[in-house]
């Protein structure tokens, strides 16, 4: 242990600030660097294959002033959200009700497993057939994507929890409901914030392409109808929307992540 | 023997299941029998591995019981089967565990409620009354505190006065000192001396460690090597209130420390 201790650097104050300003300089050098390797690529390949950065900004501010760039963004969420929210739900309440029952965890496990493999797109063609061109299909595929996602981390993270804390807490006269509520999902949170950070980029691309197939509005449905007429600059600037949109609510994410998770020792350094 | 006991334990038994396709496993314990009286602080000393956790699990109610019975207040406790199990038996008796089993994302006060709490009990008094129990044992100004942010010995006394808070008229202890350093296990000792001379609650205290055995003890089991039986039983005439830090400087000490010893073997 002293060993150990000995061999370990310890950083002083000084070399922290200084630091931080250098992985910001690097962030900033790293920017530069993909901006001009992007106006190259636009440079080299032509405005046909590649469109170049400025033309891209120029075309996100005028879509924000016409309104269509929101009139996109709320379609595509609205649709993400809602199947991202009714995931969740089931995602997670199915692992504490399979919890309840090993037998029948046992029986059902092989099932998920092998509903699992199904490739969600797939389905869309025969989801429209069923429900037609709406938010419908989509809303399903997105539910279907981020429902896998979220229940195994919660499975593993029920699996994971300490039965000594179980234990403790039988005994100290908790019911099966404050057990679930304050020891199993506190414990498989760190769990579920993992499987929440995973599913998000998938529920909004499972959104994109189910609005590449039927859409009249959202993102994808920009990308798409850019593609058609050969418009490249449009192509990057959903592309470019579809990632802001990713980064925006994962940075939401993060917060709700570090006021639940606010207990835990480690400085987390690297966010994702 | 004028009082009832308040907690018998009758020819218990203990092995575990057996795998398949393997022997069945040998006897943890078997033929224990002894019993606790109301107010009573009894220690059970043992080798490390003679089925000591084992025994205050079946107890506790959070493991089975293989064969005999356990009576507590006069009713026979169902421990047989692992989904008639009580464990805690209604909040009547209190576990501190060897680790400390704090839940990680609660501060250190919040702990100490979490009993209180989930039996629906919080309120000003029983606040008080844990808010009374963290300055005895030394935790003001820490109650903020996560978990991992204190002390192994810290983290002792909130698991101690964790089941103390909430007031169980037994509370079973599994070497809760083992894991401090000495000079903070004397401290935990006279802590828990101390609460207990307030409450005069019924504690059973196994350990590995004969002079903690006599510090603390009204009473002193030997549990034999496997499969654990009782090798002998001793009353400590060492008259209360006791200093734990010169106990083995009192008269008496070293009779009772050597038949303890030679039982052990």
């Known amino acids: 242990m002293t060993q150990a201790d000995l061999t370990v650097p310890i950083p002083s104050e000084a070399p922290a600030v200084s630091r931080k300003w250098l992985v910001l300089g690097g962030r900033v050098v790293l920017a530069v660097l993909l901006v001009l390797g992007w106006e190259l690529g636009a440079r080299t390949f032509g405005a046909v294959f590649f469109a170049s950065p400025l033309d891209v900004v120029m075309r996100i501010a005028k879509l924000a002033e016409s309104g269509q760039l929101f009139a996109d963004v709320a379609s595509t969420l609205r649709v993400s959200a809602l199947g991202f929210a009714i995931a969740c739900v089931a995602g997670v309440l199915l692992p504490f009700l399979l919890r309840r029952s090993p037998r029948l965890s046992e029986a059902v496990e092989p099932y998920i497993m092998a509903s699992m493999g199904i490739p969600k797109y797939a389905l869309a063609p025969w989801l429209i057939l069923w429900f037609g061109i709406g938010d419908m299909p989509k809303l399903v595929v997105v539910t279907l994507m981020v429902f896998y996602i979220i229940f195994i981390t919660t499975t593993a993270g029920i699996r994971g929890v300490d039965q000594r804390l179980v234990n403790m807490a039988r005994i100290a006269g908790a019911g099966e409901a404050v057990i679930a509520r304050e020891i199993i999902w506190k414990s498989l949170l760190p769990f579920f914030f993992t499987g929440l950070k995973v599913a998000l980029p998938r529920a909004v691309s499972a959104t994109i392409v189910g609005e590449f197939l039927v859409a009249t509005e959202g993102i994808g449905h920009y990308i798409e109808h850019s593609r058609q007429v050969s418009d490249t600059v449009g192509v990057f600037a959903g592309i470019v929307i579809a990632m802001m949109l990713v980064l925006s609510i994962n940075a939401v994410v993060n917060v709700v992540e570090r006021r639940a998770l606010g207990w835990r020792p480690v400085e987390r350094e690297m966010e994702l | ?265």
């Open chain 2, 1 to 265: 023997m004028g009082e009832a006991p308040l907690l018998e334990i009758k020819g218990l038994g203990k092995r575990f299941a057996a795998r398949q396709g393997r022997e069945p496993s040998p006897w943890v314990i078997q033929g224990l029998s002894f019993s606790v009286q109301p107010g009573e602080f009894l220690t059970i000393v043992g080798p490390s591995g003679a089925g000591k956790s084992t025994l205050l699990n079946m107890i506790a109610q959070i493991d089975t019981v293989s064969e005999g019975e356990i009576v507590f207040n006069g009713e026979a406790l169902a421990s047989r089967d692992a989904r008639a199990l009580r464990p805690g038996c209604g909040r009547r008796i209190g576990y501190v565990t060897q680790d400390d089993n704090l839940l990680p994302w609660r501060t250190t006060f919040d702990n100490v409620l979490f009993p209180i709490e989930v039996q629906g009990r919080l309120d000003a008094e029983t606040r008080a009354h844990a808010e009374m129990l963290v300055g005895a044992v030394g935790l003001a100004g820490f109650e903020r505190y996560y978990p991992h942010e204190l002390s192994g010995g810290m983290r002792k006394r909130a698991a101690l006065i964790r089941t103390l808070a909430y007031d169980p008229p037994v509370i079973l202890m599994d070497e809760p000192f083992a894991a401090v350093d000495a000079q903070t296990r004397a401290q935990l000792q006279a802590d828990l001396l101390r609460l207990w001379n307030l409450k005069r609650k019924t504690i059973i205290f196994v350990t590995h460690d004969i002079t903690e055995a006599i510090a603390l003890g009204d009473r002193a089991l030997v549990l034999s090597r496997q499969p654990a039986r009782i090798a002998a039983e001793h009353t400590i005439p060492i008259p209360r209130p006791r200093k734990v830090e010169d106990i083995f400087a009192v008269e008496g000490f070293a009779t009772v420390y050597e038949r303890i010893r030679a039982a052990i073997q």
